[in-house]
DNA sequence: GTCAGTGCAAACTTTTTGCAACTAC
DNA sequence: GTAGTTGCAAAAAGTTTGCACTGAC
């Protein structure tokens, strides 16, 4: 296990935080996971996740892993993506700039977009009332490889019906 | 049943056409959910869907729900949200404008956005070589009434501890 | 007539729950 | 000491699959 980076602390300290606020725990357990988790870049399913904390010999039971992803995200260090058809998939948010994703329809390839214009024109728009936590785009379309692909399997169909 | 809308007959030819491309049957079940989903205004789950098959006198089984809605999905009919944990939400896209939604962190309540000037700065990205169909916003935070049931809280306690 | 698509039920996967043991406070 | 938390296993919920039958082409 390695030492702990300027921001393992820091979202270690966010956590702490979140904990002493709910009235909940500081567990070992807990700190481990979101160890792990800080120590995953991209995105990981909770089955990978389970996997690491088993590698970092820190195994912990699934129960618990669900319980402190739920804790994790109500303290904005984690969100969910709607990926996976089945299980879910993570990913870790260190700070509350906007996220985009770039996602094909096709061979389903997920690609993180770092456009500064894009995520300056998200940080313009505030909505009344509402508290930001982060903000998440998906733009969901076909890659440029995938087009390839499509369009010399509709060149190869015309061409067997000529 | 209703009269089909003018949108329920263009999403029918989308989903005849894609279903011609792609060499698949046009079935009565396929029709069928389409026309169903495009029916629902807003999110649902597939057990409100199966329920609602039941209602117009079209009962499917759960394997051919699911299978029809990885097609539309493909298809660009439909999208999948990440909002619950374990089963999946869905909603009908008609059109390819960027769609916004703000998720309230405490009391998960969802709530669609109709912004001009969010939409119109969405739309000025443009990936390259990356053939966009639709894109998703998603804005996380805390609602309004939750902050005011926040602070609320927060008072209380400290007048306990006083 | 052929074979993709459907219904049904069973299998499988993912997530939640109940309870005894543990540990943070 | 008192709960909140954990592990374990069992249950529940959600999704996929296999197979015989049906119906679109």
Redesign the interface.
């Known amino acids: 296990m390695s030492d702990k980076t300027s921001l393992q602390k820091e979202v270690e300290q966010r956590f702490r935080e979140f904990l002493l606020a709910h009235e909940l725990r500081q567990t070992r357990e807990r700190f481990a996971i979101l160890e792990a988790i800080y120590s995953i870049e991209g995105t990981f399913t909770i089955e990978h996740l389970q996997d690491l904390m088993q590698e970092r010999r820190f195994p912990v039971s699934t129960g618990t892993l669900y319980a402190t992803i739920?804790l994790l995200?109500?303290a904005?260090l984690l969100?969910?993506?709607?990926f996976n058809?089945s299980s879910?998939v993570f990913e870790r948010i260190a700070d509350n700039h906007p996220r985009s994703y770039?996602i094909c329809?096709n061979c389903h390839h997920i690609t993180r977009?770092k456009?500064k214009?894009?995520a300056n024109?998200?940080e313009?728009?505030h909505?009344r009332?509402?508290?930001?936590?982060?903000?998440?785009?998906?733009?969901?379309?076909?890659?440029?490889s995938c087009?390839r692909t499509i369009r010399k399997q509709l060149k190869l169909k015309e061409q067997n019906k000529l």
């Open positions: 739920q995200i109500q904005n969100i969910r993506h709607p058809f879910s770039q329809n977009i456009s214009e894009l024109s998200l313009t728009y909505p009332g509402f508290s930001i936590s982060h903000r998440i785009v998906y733009i969901y379309g076909i890659c440029p087009q």
